[in-house]
């Protein structure tokens, strides 16, 4: 009841996920942060969002449901397999342009401060090119990152990343973050006007 955030998942979610499970895809974002992006997405009205490592679609469902009708979303992916079941469930809303680009190669020929929200669901913008993404964030904007708690498919070593992204993230002088115990653990931090 209070907790349960699988009871409004949007339409498009229940299909990305079930095909998400056909195709054996191991990584998705979970239900509670998606519920997260959605609020979020909804405070910027007319927002421009991007989203590094789009995946199979699961968090751009939830982006898309939170979205105001004249906001755009950028979707990036290098992995056009688990990309094509975004693009066939959601590319009919003209809201989202998804692109298959290195996540850094993209952030570093975006202009600074054209973001309203950046969810960094990938290495390029969180584990590498942390400051050239920060950078794109306009006043007020907001950085999302998920997968901060311990997880199964983490890599060997994985933590001391972890531990030094919250430190960097935390210490930033133009930062205003949280850490929040939810859904895989989730920071989110905004550019101070």
């Not at 979610?13 to 609020?39: C, H």
């Not at 990938?122 to 006043?139: F, M, Q, R, S």
């Not at 930062?175 to 859904?183: E, K, M, R, S, Y």
Request: overall charge negative; glycine content about 10%; charged content about 20%.
């Amino acid at each position: 009841m209070f907790d349960d955030n699988t009871a409004t998942t949007p339409a498009t979610w229940r299909e990305i996920d079930a095909r998400s499970r056909v195709l054996g895809f191991d990584m998705p974002s979970e239900a509670g942060t998606g519920a997260m992006l959605r609020l979020l997405t909804a405070t910027k009205a007319g927002g421009r969002f991007l989203e590094l490592g789009t995946g199979t679609g699961l968090a751009t469902a939830w982006l898309l449901d939170g979205m105001a009708p004249d906001a755009s979303l950028v979707s990036i992916d290098t992995d056009m397999g688990v990309q094509a079941v975004a693009r066939a469930v959601l590319a009919g809303d003209p809201r989202v342009t998804f692109v298959i680009e290195d996540g850094l190669d993209y952030v570093r020929a975006q202009r600074p401060a054209s973001f309203d929200l950046i969810f960094a669901d990938a290495w390029p913008g969180k584990y590498e090119g942390l400051d050239e993404t920060l950078a794109l964030l306009g006043p007020g904007g907001l950085y999302v990152v998920d997968d901060m708690s311990p997880q199964p498919n983490w890599p060997p070593g994985h933590q001391p990343r972890i531990d030094a992204l919250v430190t960097r993230l935390k210490s930033h002088p133009d930062l205003a973050t949280v850490a929040l115990d939810w859904a895989s653990g989730l920071i989110i931090a905004a550019r101070r006007p």
